[in-house]
Structure formats: structure tokens, C-alpha cells
């Protein structure tokens, strides 16, 4: 596609419930980030993959929170038992380096309303 | 720990006034810096690197290691520059750290 795609764009889940989120990344592009933007700040990382593997989780905020890209494209962020707190936009980004330089490609994101 | 702040969350101004973006970042090393911008409706993108040295639709940044600012800057305002702007820094082979952002709204 002609950039990263996320859906769904909107969710809304009552507390408790599990979520996934789906990330599709610029075809090609390497890396990908998912982070975290809370209402009125800026965006937080959450974890990052290089292909399949991923390298770096010192974002998740708790072990409710999952990330997976097994075939290293796609990738999903799954949230067991939300909580009120979890309440914001997820944002999906992607980029063709190994090493993270900056030029990332962001996704339009997944609001996520927890009730 | 690594910080970025951008001290304002709004910034007015008119059209054809100086803008100026204040960012303060906290790191040890040698960072990258970068300037995000998230126009009505669109989704984050890269507005420009310190590394690069260019001027994006008018804006500059300059880093200034000793004041550890990277304060975005334009001579002129125009009404198509209101957005959310972020400042970010990086390590080499690390993730972004982005601030809290600064919105700026140019009034005709």
C-alpha cells in the first residue's frame, strides 16, 4: 500500500475486555514501532521489531500488553483485560533502516475508548 | 534519562509574524533531533533532522549542544503552518523520544 494502515481506527472495549490491534507496515520497510499517545502528550513508545524479531519492549506499560510481527510485516498489539487507563491513540509506525534515524512513517492510529 | 521538552502547548501568532518552537532536550551523548509535524486530519510526519541541515517549507532548527535546545524557527508565518508540532530525539540505533508538543495556530 501507499503507506502504513492500522485498524480498526476506533475501538471501544469495556474494561476488561482483550484487544488487538493490526498494524500493516510500508511494503519492504524493516523496522516497525508501535507507541502509545495519551490525550494532550506526546507519543510514548511501547516496543520495536526488526523483521520478525523484536528487539526492544522496555515500553509496555504491563505484561497485559503483547506485540507480535511473526512473519515480519504485519504486526499486531494485543491488550488482555483493558483498563480505563489504556485509553488512547496506538500509533503504528514504519521504516526501511536497520537502525532507527528517524524517518518514520506513521500510521493514521487506533483510538482505543476503554468504558 | 533522556528528555525532550517543548515548553509551550499553544502558540499564537499572525500571519507573517517570526515564529519560534522552543524544544530543550536532556541527554549525554550525541543525540539526533527532529521536528514531527501533525497537520488537521493527517497523520505524524517528519518535518526535518538536525542532520540535515535544510529548510522545510521555510522552518529551520538548529541545534545548539551547548543550550541542549533545538528551537524550530521561521521568518514568516503562514496560515497553512497551524498543526501540532513535536520535537524528538534519538540515539543512533534507538527509538524516538518524543515531547509533549506544541500546537500553533496562525491567525489571518
Known amino acids: 500500500g501507499a503507506g502504513v494502515s492500522q485498524s480498526p481506527r476506533y475501538k471501544v472495549a469495556k474494561r476488561g475486555q482483550d484487544v488487538a490491534l493490526r498494524c500493516d507496515p510500508i511494503s519492504g520497510h524493516v523496522s516497525l514501532f508501535w507507541y502509545q499517545q495519551a490525550l494532550g502528550q506526546g507519543p510514548e513508545f511501547l516496543t520495536y521489531?526488526?523483521?520478525?524479531?523484536?528487539?526492544?519492549k522496555s515500553g509496555l506499560p504491563s505484561d497485559r500488553f503483547f506485540a507480535e510481527r511473526p512473519e515480519g510485516s504485519v504486526s499486531t498489539l494485543k491488550i488482555q483485560r483493558t483498563q480505563q487507563e489504556d485509553s488512547a491513540v496506538y500509533l503504528c509506525?514504519?521504516?526501511?533502516?536497520?537502525?532507527?534515524?528517524?524517518?518514520?512513517?506513521f500510521g493514521e492510529g487506533s483510538r482505543l475508548t476503554v468504558l | 534519562a533522556q528528555r525532550v521538552t517543548q515548553p509551550e502547548k499553544l502558540l499564537s501568532v499572525f500571519k507573517g509574524a517570526p515564529v519560534e518552537l522552543k524544544c530543550n532536550y536532556s541527554y549525554s551523548g550525541s543525540p539526533e533531533l527532529f521536528w514531527y509535524v501533525q497537520y488537521s486530519r493527517q497523520r505524524l510526519q517528519l518535518l526535518l533532522r538536525h542532520i540535515s541541515r535544510e529548510s522545510i517549507k521555510g522552518f529551520t532548527a538548529d541545534l545548539n549542544k551547548g543550550e541542549t535546545s533545538f528551537h524550530l524557527k521561521k521568518p514568516f508565518a503562514q496560515e497553512e503552518d497551524s498543526a501540532m508540532y513535536y520535537c524528538?530525539?534519538?540515539?543512533?540505533?534507538?527509538?524516538?523520544?518524543f515531547g509533549t508538543g506544541t500546537r500553533l495556530q496562525v491567525f489571518p
Open positions: 524528538a530525539l534519538s540515539r543512533s540505533t534507538d527509538k524516538l523520544i
Open positions: 509506525a514504519s521504516s526501511s533502516r536497520t537502525a532507527n534515524t528517524g524517518e518514520l512513517f
Open positions: 521489531f526488526q523483521n520478525e524479531a523484536q528487539l526492544d
